[in-house]
């Protein structure tokens, strides 16, 4: 069953009815102030970090689930009802979600009385904005009330869900303008220099900031007793729980609509200019905020803004096709998803509390692959910042603080893939702008200025540190895991509860990771072109050298006869082999050593990816390995330690499909190529949402798997590595629109059903409007391809920088 439908003019994806099978989410925000809004007014919303600085409180795995939110309440006459349909569950006469890009819109009626909300974070300003419109669509006059709640958090999320011996005696708000305008300032009299506003922009009746007193002790958000009883109680909150909820009446004609603005901000003052007097906290910058927002007028000049932004971006590269799933996808949802990735990374989601990871090595600059053609600026800074956390040797911290841009000591490092995807970022960020010059600039090491050296010498040490750690069959030494997380190959838990990824119970020096030496060699080709191309020839020779080297290595100790093995354990045992009772192939190293295009020339490549198919592919997407682990495996660690069809351990693990599907393309295998594709794209299960559950306008990181009793069932979405790799894998290899050293690369592989498709992509300060005919039917081949009319020889259209748009016509044959 669908639960809406993608509005592809507006870039929306409407939500027709409330109770879809899992809150289905949006993000509002662009640059440091963030917002979770789900299609029932779900969420909260910080500033920049979401453990540190969170305004809004939200509870993960409440029941029911979603509660907790921006809510309004409406009393229209006696009847009260919540028109984003959660708290109250209240019956609806219409209501609608429209989730687009960075804002939210629900409107809903009941009983003649029609209600809109529409939230986003304005460009460039610290705080939502909500702006309400009532409309009385019935014969007779209505007098109605309004009132607005949120609950505020106690600023550090972790500190506000465990430490209330402390929190209960330090909330404290102030109030102005009779309620209008209600401040959270909780700890500003201590150490913060900030404070959360929560006001609107029309006189209100009362106010409350104390949650017992709005709610009444044992009520839920579904009943209010201060709304039942139609009065405020300008209660001030003291400690406990501050919240903030004003009470507006209005009185409207038939046909009469009346527009509200709300604005939910983050304030901050300088150290020196915390107060107007003693105890009371100095307003100018919530005032700056509403002085700005405080209009409907304003409200929707600030969305329009929005909007140009959305549009100018997308605009860099959008797609037509027959196929409008894939078109939409491709040129919309995906590209969006990787934008929430880039400013999210694993931090706030459904799925992730906000308080448990920082910014990951690997997954940040694997994002990186989905945005460096929306804003190579900003990808330019995030290499940069990325950079300063790697160690000396090469190898890196696993994850950094965004706030403080550290790394992190408690997860640490010894993931021994993380120091390659730097390579592989910086060479997608070379590949889109040209500017080799970033290799020049100076990045401190582990962040101590005095160790900086240039951005080339930081991707010389993660190459070497490759070379330098490998085990007895000269395969790369696996550390305390690779891309898979949960492949512990030194850890050896038998604590509950453990870290299995910053346990090290056994150093063995032995257990060696197939995967990590395929990354080597799909990435090194890269750094020896990096060097080429800055005149290094001696180090590009003695990089080349080793990449061949490691092609040897697992074409002699990493191929198991039908596929490529996985890894071999502490004990030099194989993982991913036919010999093996449980996990005999892994769809990692498989995957990635056709991308690297080991076996290509003898037939491995082939049979690898055919084995693929034959023993991991299903009707969602490809399971990671093959048969799952039935039970704990004291020598691998988590992968063993979730249930068969979950997670590692045989689920549809959707960040490595794309891989497949890139190492299809690789044997021009372009209908198969297509097909991983579409299997794990959620616009292609929008019917099937009931099985599925998550939003069908973002990838997952997880569907179940086959040996899962919930086969097929989503979880994890949004912030998943699978939203740039799907991106890569359609836009670059399947549309085959790749940026390149030389330009872009025009070379299609695509089923051989699709006969036309059209792409718009913004390259270096030009534009190239590429339109392919494939009514040849073929799968792979260009057989001609012209610029402005000119045929090119090759497939490769030079940056041309002219700030002009030129056309490019491909046959495909
Ligand atoms: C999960 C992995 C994840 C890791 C992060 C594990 O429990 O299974 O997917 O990357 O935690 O630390
Ligand atoms: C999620 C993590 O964020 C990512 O770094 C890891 O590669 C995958 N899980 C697989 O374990």
Known sequence: MQYGYFDDNAREYVITRPDTPYPWINYLGSEDFYGLFSNTSGGYCFYRDARLLRLTRYRYNNVPTDAGGRYFYIRDGGDVWTPSWMPMKSTLDRYECRHGMGYSRISSARKGLAFSQTS?????????????VLTNESKTDKDVELFSFIEFCLWNANDDMTNFQRNFSIGEVEVEANGARIYHKTEYRERRNHYALWAVNVPVAGFDTDRQT????????????????????????????????????????????????FVLGYCENPDDKKWEKPGVINKA?????????????AADKALAALKDYWDALLGRFSVDA??????????????????VTFNMSRSASYFESGIGRGMGFRDSNQDLLGFVHLVPERARARILDIAATQFPDGSAYHQYQPLTKRGNNEVGSGFNDDPLWLICGVAAYIKETGDFGILDEKVPFDNKEELAESLFVHLKRSFDYTVKH?????????????????????????????????????????????????????????????????????????AAKAIAAMTETIKQHGWDGNWFLRAYDAYGHKIGSHECEDGQIFIESNGFAVMAEIGLDDGR?????????????????????????????????????????????GGIFCHNNPWVTIAETKLGRGTRAFETYTKICPAYREDDSDLR??????????VAGKDAPRFGEAKNSWLTGTAAWTFVSISQYILGVRPVFDG??????????MKSFSVIRHFQNAVYRITVDNSAGVEKGVKSLTLDGKPLNGAVLLALGDGKTHEVKVVMG
């Open 120 to 132: 986003f974070v304005p460009l460039k300003d610290n705080c939502e904005i909500h702006k309400i």
């Open 744 to 753: 872009l690369l025009i070379d299609p592989c695509i089923p051989s059903s």
């Open 470 to 542: 490998t085990g007895p069959h000269g395969l790369p030494l696996i550390g305390r895991a690779d891309w898979n997380d949960c492949l512990n190959l030194n850890c050896f838990s038998k604590t509950p509860g453990e870290s299995f990824q910053t346990t090290a119970n056994f150093e063995s020096g032995v257990a060696e990771s197939v995967l990590i030496a395929a990354i080597f060699v799909f990435t090194g080709p890269d750094y020896v072109e990096i060097c080429r191309r800055t005149k290094r020839e001696e180090e590009a020779a003695y």
């Open 322 to 339: 027959e196929d409008k799933r894939m078109a939409r996808m491709a040129g919309v949802w995906n590209q969006y998803q990787c934008m």
């Open 285 to 297: 910058p919530a005032n700056a905020l509403l002085d700005k927002y405080g209009s409907p007028e």
């Open 214 to 261: 709005f709610l009444g002790l044992y009520n839920g958000f579904d009943h209010p007793d201060t709304v039942f009883a139609g009065k405020a109680n300008n209660s001030v909150a003291s400690g406990w729980a501050p919240i903030g909820s004003h009470h507006i009446k209005a009185r409207l004609k038939p046909g009469e609509s009346k527009a509200l603005v």
């Open 605 to 649: 490549a082939k049979k690898a990816l055919d084995s693929v198919k034959d023993k991991l592919d299903t009707k969602y997407g490809i399971v990671l390995q093959q048969p799952a682990y039935k039970e704990y495996h004291l020598e691998l660690g988590e992968v063993s330690s979730y249930p068969p069809g979950y997670k590692e351990n």
């Open 693 to 702: 559950r998550l939003e069908p306008y973002v990838y997952a990181q997880m």
